[in-house]
């Protein structure tokens, strides 16, 4: 890639083993903590490679035994500038290896990629993370602002024995961090350019949509199911359940979302046209990341379990749904009044979780930094912020005032439909976006 000696070359040589025998620890979150297993196992195995490398670690159990995180910190040469945090989930979730053309927890490096469960979700950040802060040891650099390096338990449910038990419980570990870098953000996403070439905007994470697991409940008359009845809680709940699903919330333009389509329209010459009906439409023209870029437009409210019933012929007195909302910023108090307003009287809700969403600008000097680092090693690179549909551990960093940013650098190739491959069958990372990914974050890390 760059035809002198680079400082990162040492990063660079170890980075692809260190992925491959991350993915080989199986730290499969079931999202039940008597089930889940391998995060202190891997923990430990993070910590060693530190250590090595001249690192003092401690590590540190969050909520339960077994639920592994390890912190280290790099001193700055400026300790008046606040810290920065470098965060990465150890854990993974689950993997069928009947539906996988090689075993996901093979670490397998073939055909230039390298497989398995947690390959871009997010090991393959944590393999780059190790491989920068062992090389800024080794060759005795000193960062221009604390460096503290997270490795953390629990993120694929919600955190509760990680990043929220961390917060909750050793807010000590994050002294002086204002901000931070974590996933889900820094790829590439190739558009056409108007004059017929190509370019890579890299999306960096400025938002994050709220998240609120809520559950319905309708009651009813319970009674035989031969017999009429007009209080039958299971039509009750299939009927709101049906409206809540097919409801399409208001459109509502995020500063994030508008910035990114700004850049989109200013290099691909489409005319992106936030009044139309047809926006999607027109996203969809963007590829497969239109999933994730379509869902930052509005609110939805998506049913995802049902619960009524014991036996074929008895109405039962209660009927349960749970609805999957994600939520804009600034929308919750609107939501709800929709919300309410959809289920009617006869339906009552609870939130089973309710995590407010995340939102930070895109300016100042570590978004310059990012840009920076991105342009040393490509050129043709252009920095948008994005908004991310789902939730990451930056909703429990941000509740210690941290401002958090999705960058985890990787250049993909223009066809890889990257955003299915998280949580996906063959989930993988391709060899040369993990070398280019850790050149950016040396960079990054020694000028930010
Ligand atoms: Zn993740």
């Not at 949580?423 to 930010?448: I, K, Q, S, W």
Request: aromatic share 8%; glycine share 10%; net charge negative.
């Amino acid at each position: 890639m760059t035809a002198f000696p680079d400082p990162a070359d040492d990063a660079v040589g170890e980075v692809v083993e260190l992925v491959s025998t991350l993915i080989r620890f199986d730290t499969s979150n079931t999202g039940e903590p008597d089930t889940t297993k391998g995060e202190a196992e891997c923990a430990r195995w993070v910590a060693a490679q530190l250590e090595e490398a001249g690192y003092e670690t401690e590590y540190v159990e969050s909520g339960a035994p077994g639920r592994g995180n390890v912190f280290t910190r790099l001193r700055g040469s400026d300790p008046s500038r606040g810290a920065l945090l470098i965060h990465g989930h150890l854990d993974v979730v689950p993997a069928e290896a009947n539906d996988w053309s090689v075993h996901p927890f093979s670490g397998a490096i073939e055909d230039g990629y390298v497989w398995g469960r947690g390959a871009v979700d997010m090991k393959d950040m944590v393999g780059m993370m190790i491989a920068v802060a062992r090389s800024l040891a080794r060759a005795g650099i000193t960062p221009p602002r604390d460096l503290v390096f997270a490795f953390v338990a629990d993120e694929e449910a919600g955190g509760k024995y990680g990043a929220h038990w961390l917060v909750e419980n050793r807010p000590d570990l994050f002294a002086g961090v204002t901000e931070a870098i974590g996933e889900v953000g820094g790829f590439s996403l190739t558009v056409p350019r108007r004059d017929g070439g190509e370019r890579r905007l890299y999306l960096i994470e400025t938002a994050e949509k709220g998240l609120c697991w809520m559950r319905l409940r309708a009651h009813g008359r319970a009674g035989h199911g031969s017999m009429i009845n007009d209080d039958n809680a299971v039509t009750t709940l299939a009927e709101v359940v049906a409206r809540l699903g097919r409801h399409r919330f208001p459109l509502v333009l995020t500063e994030a979302v508008a910035q990114f389509l700004a850049a989109v329209s200013e290099e691909t010459g489409l005319t992106i046209d936030v009044d139309s009906p047809d926006l999607e439409g027109m996203i969809e023209k963007l590829g497969p990341m239109a999933r994730i870029l379509n869902a930052t437009l509005r609110d939805t409210a998506t049913p995802t379990m049902l619960q009524a019933g014991y036996k074929a012929n008895v109405i039962p007195a209660t009927a349960e749904a749970v609805l999957d909302c994600r939520v804009l910023p600034g929308r919750q108090a609107a939501f709800e009044a929709e919300i309410d307003e959809l289920i009617g009287p006869d339906v009552t809700r609870e939130w089973v979780t309710n995590l407010p969403p995340v939102e930070t600008t895109f300016d100042g000097d570590l978004v310059e930094a990012m840009n920076a680092a991105l342009l040393a090693c490509d050129p043709d690179a252009r920095t948008v912020p994005y908004m991310l549909s789902g939730g990451t551990d930056a909703k429990a960093f941000s509740e210690l005032g941290i401002r958090c940013f999705g960058f985890a650098p990787l250049r993909l190739p223009p066809d890889l439909d990257f955003s299915a491959l998280f949580h996906g069958v063959d989930e993988r990372v391709p060899v040369d976006a993990l070398t280019f990914g850790t050149r950016v974050l040396h960079h990054f890390l020694t000028h930010c």
